[in-house]
């Protein structure tokens, strides 16, 4: 192994802990929710703005971070990316009521958006095309990892070290990672040009705006004055971020990369594809508890669908490097959408084998076309807009989140209310309501198959100049 190619994989791992903990963090903070409305005195209604909250800041910032990324250098972002993300860590295991915790998970976010906008750009950086699938296959399994072991390590640290120990694990990984990148990711000169703060604002107000619509909209009622609000200034905020990029000399967002087909078509395909995942992942631990798993089951079940792609994704980025992203993306996008359909299959017979056989399918079908889908936007981008590539990628993946949770329990919801008024027994209204929730997140990921077949064909090309 030469020193050049040692050391790319030394990169890779610096990038790997940041990837890691995100995923982790997350899925301790919603397995943490009960107890911190038990120790807050609080209600879920306050409780749900802890997970809110990152989101919107996490969601909104992403776009600023990966501008900020293109012109101080990548490794300097994601080295603050972990210095913020650890010590706001600490702090929020020091909160002393759930307003505090709010606030700092707010500045959380800020740590999460610097490292996860960093990650794709670095990787693309210093591994050659012939490589970058692979290389994004492994950070995607540390993601996969962090899904799986999250949940469960959350459990453990809740019931034995109590809630701020679970916090307090995001110090020493934050710690290590800032060391180890400080020695073995190289540094990047950044291009000489001056920041967009009047864009930057602008496109947070509007995505804050338009992300809290869709989230909260349900809630509020779509019609209500607060949705009407939050959508006008989102509208408002998009027309002026547009007027705006279209004037400066130096935009935050560069919107010639929209003229490169496979970047703009796998940006798309990434939002549906994430709309259909977080669909089917916020539902299924409903049913699952309606058909009477215990919690323990619903873990080990709900495992499954990352374990697959644990152990897929650096698969599929092997066979990107070599084939390109059009056909696998679009074949994996296809395999999900067989999963959704046979998930909506399901009857309060099916047993816990039959149910993790289809979140496996899911898994490997998400695995398939993550990586090439991901390795052909990045592959596309030019060299000196990596960073915004990079960010606007991860921006496209949070608000699917967000459109899939919040589309996906709109439907089920309402389709639920709708047989109940025709009499359906609670059982049998329940199981069909979330049938066509899973049916609308298979039609989600088919036509996520068709944006990723109608793209160029990326391979083994650099990002240009």
């Not at 215990?294 to 152990?311: A, D, Q, W």
């Not at 979140?359 to 990596?386: C, E, W």
């Amino acid at each position: 192994m030469s020193q050049k190619h040692y050391n790319k994989w030394l990169i890779l791992s610096a990038v790997v802990i940041g990837s890691i903990m995100g995923p982790i963090d997350g899925s301790i903070v919603n397995i943490a929710m009960p107890e911190f409305t038990k120790v807050f005195h609080t209600n879920i209604t306050t409780v749900s703005w802890v997970s809110m909250t990152y989101l919107l800041v996490l969601s909104s910032l992403m776009m600023t971070f990966g501008r900020l990324g293109d012109m101080l250098g990548y490794k300097k972002l994601y080295q603050y990316g972990l210095l913020t993300f650890s010590i706001s860590s600490a702090i929020l295991s020091f909160s002393v009521n759930i307003y505090m915790l709010i606030i700092m998970r707010a500045f959380q976010a800020i740590g999460a958006g610097m490292l996860m906008s960093m990650t794709s750009a670095i990787i693309t950086s210093v591994f050659p095309p012939n490589e970058r699938g692979k290389a994004l296959g492994i950070n995607a399994m540390s993601i996969s990892i962090g899904l799986a072991i999250g949940p469960t390590l959350g459990g453990f640290l809740l019931s034995n070290l109590g809630w701020q120990s679970i916090f307090y694990i995001n110090v020493p990984i934050g710690i290590i990672g800032y060391i180890w990148a400080h020695i073995v990711v190289p540094d990047n000169k950044g291009v000489p040009e001056k920041f967009d703060p009047y864009g930057s604002i602008s496109f947070f107000i509007f995505l804050a705006s338009l992300l809290l619509f869709i989230s909260e909209g349900g809630t509020w009622g779509w019609t209500s004055l607060s949705s009407i609000i939050s959508l006008l200034t989102s509208v408002i905020f998009l027309i002026i971020f547009v007027i705006i990029e279209n004037k400066v000399d130096f935009p935050m967002f560069d919107f010639s990369l929209l003229k490169i087909r496979s970047f703009t078509f796998g940006n798309i395909s990434t939002l549906l594809n994430f709309m259909a995942q977080n669909t089917m992942t916020f539902l299924t631990p409903f049913l699952l508890q309606h058909l009477g798993f215990t919690t323990e089951k619903t873990g080990i079940i709900m495992t499954s669908f990352p374990l697959v792609m644990f152990i897929v994704a650096p698969l599929s980025g092997i066979l990107a490097d070599r084939y390109g992203a059009q056909i696998l993306s679009t074949i994996g996008a296809v395999i999900s959408a067989t999963a959704l359909f046979l998930m909506a299959t399901l009857t309060e017979k099916s047993t816990m084998f039959t149910i993790m056989a289809r979140l496996s399918l899911f898994g490997v079908g998400n695995a398939i076309f993550q990586t090439p889908n991901n390795s052909a936007i990045m592959g596309s981008a030019p060299k000196n807009r990596l960073g915004v590539a990079s960010a606007f990628l991860a921006t496209m993946r949070n608000v699917g989140m967000v459109m899939g949770i919040a589309v996906g329990s709109a439907i089920f919801t309402n389709r639920l209310k709708a047989y109940q008024a025709l009499k359906f027994s609670s059982n049998a209204s329940f199981m069909i309501a979330i049938k066509e929730a899973y049916i609308a997140a298979g039609i989600f990921s088919f036509i996520c198959a068709f944006t990723s077949l109608v793209r160029n064909n990326v391979k083994l090309i650099q990002g240009k100049d």
